[in-house]
């Protein structure tokens, strides 16, 4: 069956270290893949987009790669920041119709 | 000061009673979506629009209806029928399925 995978586990990590979130999947062939951002009871901002010929995207200090062979993307912040802890959705477009399909999301704290 | 805005953020069902859910942007976007946020689930697609006077059904679509009269107005109802309606609802809109922009959610809870 077709299943996308965060990392249910909060990930805790000290600030100024890099955050890396993943996200898995199988049994889809997905054009690109989305990250957002979601805060306690506010709706996900979008981050970044990766397509499937693209290995790796840049903003600031975010970094999205996709293995399409692994059926994996990799999302990294660098130099983190308390106000970065949030929780972080990856969302696939599968197929033709670019529907998109959303992960349960992986928590970040980042500590002062 | 362009956005989507969902109204009300927090909302009470009573049994058999049937609620709307407001979504309204002034972004222009043509597509507009309703999606339903469990705890530990992802976002799961109820309802989507792809034009003025269009919608059509998602995953999770029974026990809910919506309308599409203006481009910037797409609201639900959460009829009786749905069960266990507790949930957050996003509702977004895009230009293409490539960005979405999300509201800030409407938290819907049973009595």
């Known amino acids: 069956s077709q299943k996308i995978e965060q990392n249910s586990e909060a990930l805790n990590i000290q600030e100024g270290k890099t955050a890396t979130l993943t996200c898995n999947y199988t049994?889809?062939?997905?054009?690109?893949l989305q990250w957002y951002r979601q805060d306690p009871g506010r709706g996900p901002v979008f981050l970044l987009l990766?397509?499937?010929?693209?290995k790796e995207k840049r903003k600031e200090r975010l970094k999205v790669t996709f293995d399409t062979t692994l059926k994996q993307s990799l999302f990294h912040i660098t130099a983190s920041q308390p106000a970065d802890s949030a929780t972080y959705l990856c969302?696939?477009?599968?197929?033709?119709?670019?529907?998109?399909?959303f992960g349960t999301g992986t928590l970040l704290a980042v500590q002062p | 000061d362009g956005g989507i805005t969902q109204s009300p953020k927090y909302l009470f069902r009573k049994e058999g009673q049937n609620v709307t859910l407001s979504c309204e942007q002034n972004?222009?976007?043509?597509?507009m979506y309703w999606y339903r946020q469990d705890p530990g689930q992802g976002l799961r697609l109820i309802y989507y629009?792809?034009?003025?006077?269009?919608?059509q059904k998602g995953d999770i679509a029974e026990g809910y209806s919506v309308s599409r009269e203006k481009k910037e107005s797409f609201p639900l109802t959460v009829t009786s029928a749905q069960k266990n309606p507790t949930a957050f609802y996003l509702c977004?809109?895009?230009?293409?399925?490539?960005?979405?922009?999300f509201g800030s959610g409407t938290q819907l809870s049973v009595l």
């Open positions: 977004a809109s895009s230009i293409s399925p490539e960005k979405l922009f």
């Open positions: 049994n889809y062939s997905p054009a690109y």
């Open positions: 990766i397509r499937e010929n693209e």
């Open positions: 969302a696939l477009a599968h197929g033709a119709t670019n529907k998109l399909i």
């Open positions: 972004l222009n976007h043509d597509a």
């Open positions: 629009s792809q034009i003025v006077n269009d919608f």
